[in-house]
């Protein structure tokens, strides 16, 4: 089939080059001119893993494309994907401002019938939006799916070839069989395909992110209350975690979630909520928890150091919102630092990935460095805020030998606290004595 994929970032370029991989023709389309640009030179915008090598191969291989031509590809497309941004809308909604104005412009282009599917996270009803905004300018008919996508960055190829579900929602036969022959590939094992009702898949997004938010926020109490009553939340987490109905996945306590979606598509659920007179008061708790914890690593600063900061230097490790991305969006490492720096502390910091995002977040305001352990000379504590792999077994001789004082501020619970000690740190965790 011939495939356009409208919005090239985490989302499109994934889904794009996977189903290229497939043998499908994918044409990914983007209005960021640098961003085709860059992609039509070979080179990739975002760190994941697998990706660089899969684009490569797929576009040696004249199956994936790069385009700002809209109207050109839907013209010879069989399917249209939406994978473009929906961020947070000034009262939290989700903005839909980029995904009406691409249903308008694929009104406009139509020149036969199309299956046209949603993959980015949009609220309950905006399949009907998409199908109103493409009937303004066109009276061609069109098959309208949702089709919500729930790979991982860091882990999004390999979740993308190898789903844990499919779901789609679609009312017609024609698109459903559509979808099903898409996703056979991906899908050989067993039958990963759930099929429902459009409104029903748009839900499906939002309800797993916001449990999956609840979970984290929820850890995040217990390990603070474990803290105040000399509990170890870690060992809390293998005890509950071992029982099947909860499960022993997103139970790690830390500095919060950030990231593209979780904080996003929560706050947009509370406003579908809100919109439709039905409250959702534990979503709103599970916000305000998470705002509340990107500041408890700060706090065990302040309260090693106090409150004025200046004269001081914070090495910290990890920037992005967790390993394996270059995303910093609503990352707690923004959180950290700001309130460092608001103290007057100076901030030298290292990322294996996202060094080059957060020379846009942050300017000159701290220095990002290449080497973890040249950070830590002269510098007063270690605050590890993303937990990536090389973070967790460390020299530590090197480390001791290098911090002016041994103070190692763990917001990832990496390293094992009795060990810290006979070492001679000065070691704080979260929710472990
Ligand atoms: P992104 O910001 O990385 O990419 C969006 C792309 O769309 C950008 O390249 C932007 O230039 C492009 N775009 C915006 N308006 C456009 C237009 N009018 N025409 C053409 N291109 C346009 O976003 P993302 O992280 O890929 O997320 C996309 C959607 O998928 C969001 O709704 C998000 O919530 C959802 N989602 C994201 C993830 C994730 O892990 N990032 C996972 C599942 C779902």
Redesign the pocket.
Known sequence: MELAV???????LVAGTCFAETGHTVTC????EA?IEMLSRGEIP?YEPQLEDLVKRNVKKKRLFFTQD?EGTIAKADVAFI????PEGEDGSADLT?VL??AR?IGKALTRPLVIVT????PVGTGDRVKAEIAKVTSMHVDIVSN??????GT?VEDFLKPDRIIVGAESETAKAVMADLYAPFNRTSNRVVFMDVRSAEMT?YAANSMLATRISFMNEIANLCEKVGADVNKVRLGIGSDPRIGSSFLFPGVGFG???FP??IRALVRTGEQHGSQMTILKRVDEVNDRQKSVLLEKVIAAFGEDLKGKTFAVWGLAFKPQTD?MREAPSITIIEGLLKRGAKVRAVDPEASKTAKRVFNDSITIEEDQYGILEGSDALLVVTEWNEYRRPNFKRMKELLKQPYVFDGRNVFEPDTMRKMGFKYTGIGRP
């Open positions: 409208i919005g090239t970032g985490y989302v499109g389309i983007d209005n960021n961003k975002i809209l994978a473009v941004g929906t980029h104005t691409v412009q993959k980015s996270t949009v919500p996508e729930f790979l991982k960055e999004a997004k990231g593209s979606c996003k598509d995303d």
